[in-house]
Every structure is written in structure tokens, then in C-alpha cells.
């Protein structure tokens, strides 16, 4: 028997949510850190600075620095943090929910001086001398976006982020020039580049499970790794598809923060999430035909078998009637008196299975 490995984790339960008032802060996931870790760049087209801390106080010191800062959040198990964060800053409680809450499904919401996104991350963690396994990180996070700030929240340590870091530091690109809107973009542009890239790894699977589906004889454990592909998709699905209504609401926004020469960034976004979620849809309904295509390799196997063994019955039928009509205990059948009987009754058994064996051919059945 082929037991059965299961490669995604649960969903973690959100029923120590239930009957609370709402704006209540609880972590929901299964990312528990001990501490919660700030990393702080502050810069404008001039200047450049970063700093880390586990001392949320830290992340006071920037406002009003006539700076842009970008406070990246590690570590949502430490509600009581994030909630002087949120009251720092004047974010609503039920937002605060939302922050904690990786069962929360993308979406974007405005409130007064800023705007709040809830978004999945999805990408492969990155090994330096190895190759990715085929399983990605999907990781929530949330984006707050004022006038001369940007707040983001994650549950553990790891990004996308470090090619946004790199040019802010380099001061590469129009990055240093623009405001809170332009690093909104660049940080959801990262965010759906790795899209790109786990769904590129699905489209590569689905092609090696194709090749081995037309092998002489594909293993049984084939069955599994197609329904595991099939989950795969569906959750990514989860997690992308509403992607494309956030960012469709963020391109059409009458806010002051989404500067208007910003919105063709946005739009071009959202043009690459259409197309992504197009190639989901198209890979889900690959992924179904995969094991339709396995049950017909199957079919079609059994059908040759049957085929052959239907053609060695047909062949013996005739044969097995002479020699049980010979074989029956009358007294009196003449040809058995006769000295050559035996030899002319093979040969005769013989002649018919050659003429069966030539006519079988001539249909192309054998």
C-alpha cells in the first residue's frame, strides 16, 4: 500500500475568534515568534538610513522627519505590540484584526490619511547553493500607506523585498524621487513577480507529470502527486484571485496618497495579475484533464489486454469444439476406425488457427 505524504500544512483555525467583539486583536496562524523585529529605512532623494530593532518605541522616532520610512513588521504573535503600533499611529482596531488574522482574504480599505491592504505573499525560499524543492512560502501580509510612511506587517522573517531594499539604498530607479504610492507599487510589483514565479514552477510540473503519464507503465503514486497539484492550485487560487479586485480599486482610487502620475504603475499591475490568474485558470483545467488522461492511459491498457485476450479465446473456440466433439463417448464415429484420423484432425486444428491468425491481421486486430 502507498501511503500518502501530505506536503501542505493546515489552514490554521480562526475559532479562537468566534464570539469576540470585533476590532479584537488575536493572532491567527501558526508562526509564533518570541519577539517582534522592526526593520527602519528612512529616506528621501538625498539621504539614506536603516536600522533594526526589537524595541517598538524605535518606530516613533521617525515621524515628521520630512523623510519617507518604511517600517517592515516581523512577528504578529505579539498582539500587545501591534496594538501600540496601531494606536501610534491612529489605525482602526478592526484593521488591527485584519493585521493578525492570516485567514483574512486580500482586500483594501481607506480610511482618513491612509490606506490598508491585506495581501498574500507567495515565493519560493531562496537557499543559497540549492535548488527550490517545488514547495513555496504563502505568507499574509498587511500594508499600511500614509503620506510620508509605509507600514508593513509579516509573520516571520523572509521576503521579496530585497530587490526594493537594494534600490532604495543604491538609489537605482525613480524609487528615492517618489512618494508613499511609488514604493506601494514597487513593493506589490515584487510581491507579483514571485506570482509569476510559482506559477511558472506549476506549469513546469504539470508538463513532467504529462511525460510520465505517457510512460509504458506510470507508478500508482502518480494519482496522488496529480490530487496534491490540484490542492496546490486551488490555494494559490485563494490567494491571487482576489489580488486582482485590490489592485483594480487601488488604480481607480481618489486618494491623495495615489499620486496621479503613479497610476500607470498600478495599471500595469494590474494588466500582469490578469495575466496570471488567467495562466491559474488555465493550469487548473489542465490539472483536472490530468487525471482523465491518466484514467484513459488506464482504460486504454486494459482494453489491449482484453483485445489480446479476447483474440486467444476466439482462436481456441474452434479448436476446443473439435476436440470436444471427439472427446464425446459415442459408440460408433467411423473416422475413429481410420488409421490417419488422429494426424488429418491436428492438421485441421492447425489450418484453422492459421487462417484465424491471417484474418485477425488483415482486420489489424493482432
Not at 470585533?22 to 529605512?41: F, H, M, N, Q
Not at 523623510?67 to 499611529?89: D, F, P, V
Amino acid at each position: 500500500m502507498i501511503k500518502r505524504k501530505r506536503h501542505l500544512p493546515r489552514r490554521p483555525k480562526s475559532s479562537k475568534a468566534l464570539n469576540q467583539i470585533p476590532g479584537t486583536v488575536t493572532y491567527i496562524g501558526r508562526k509564533e515568534s518570541a519577539e517582534t523585529r522592526l526593520d527602519v529605512i528612512d529616506y528621501n532623494k538625498e539621504t539614506y538610513e536603516r536600522y533594526t530593532s526589537t524595541n517598538l518605541q524605535d518606530a516613533f522616532d521617525f515621524e515628521n522627519d520630512d523623510k519617507l520610512t518604511w517600517i517592515n513588521i516581523n512577528g504578529l504573535s505579539n498582539t500587545a505590540e501591534i496594538e501600540k503600533l496601531g494606536k501610534y499611529y491612529d489605525l482602526h482596531p478592526l484593521m488591527l484584526e485584519d493585521i493578525v488574522n492570516t485567514n483574512q482574504r486580500p482586500k483594501v480599505d481607506e480610511h482618513h490619511g491612509y490606506i490598508f491592504l491585506v495581501i498574500k505573499m507567495l515565493y519560493f525560499p531562496r537557499i543559497p547553493g540549492e535548488k527550490t524543492n517545488g514547495s513555496f512560502i504563502n505568507e499574509h501580509i498587511s500594508i499600511v500607506v500614509g503620506k510620508d510612511y509605509v507600514l508593513t506587517f509579516q509573520e516571520a522573517d523572509g521576503d521579496v523585498f530585497e530587490g526594493v531594499r537594494e534600490r532604495i539604498s543604491n538609489a537605482t530607479g525613480r524609487i528615492r524621487s517618489n512618494g508613499p504610492d511609488y514604493l506601494l507599487f514597487s513593493l506589490l510589483d515584487a510581491i507579483i513577480d514571485q506570482y509569476i514565479d510559482v506559477i511558472d514552477s506549476i506549469g513546469d510540473k504539470i508538463e513532467v507529470l504529462e511525460e510520465d503519464l505517457f510512460q509504458e507503465k506510470p507508478g500508482d503514486q502518480i494519482t496522488f502527486e496529480i490530487q496534491e497539484l490540484k490542492r496546490t492550485i486551488l490555494r494559490i487560487r485563494r490567494a491571487i484571485l482576489p489580488v486582482r479586485e485590490v489592485l483594480s480599486r487601488v488604480e481607480k482610487m481618489e486618494n491623495d496618497i495615489i499620486q496621479d502620475k503613479t497610476r500607470n504603475y498600478f495599471r500595469d499591475l494590474y494588466d500582469h495579475i490578469i495575466q496570471v490568474t488567467e495562466n491559474i485558470d488555465i493550469y487548473r483545467e489542465m490539472t483536472w484533464g490530468l487525471m482523465d488522461m491518466y484514467m484513459t492511459t488506464l482504460s486504454n491498457k486494459m482494453n489491449e489486454v482484453m483485445k489480446v485476450l479476447t483474440i486467444m479465446a476466439s482462436i481456441f473456440i474452434p479448436l476446443t469444439f473439435i476436440a470436444g466433439l471427439y472427446g464425446m463417448n459415442f459408440e460408433y464415429m467411423p473416422e475413429l476406425e481410420w488409421r490417419y484420423s488422429y494426424y488429418v484432425l491436428l492438421f485441421v486444428m492447425l489450418l484453422l488457427f492459421i487462417l484465424m491468425i491471417i484474418y485477425f491481421r488483415r482486420k489489424k486486430w493482432l
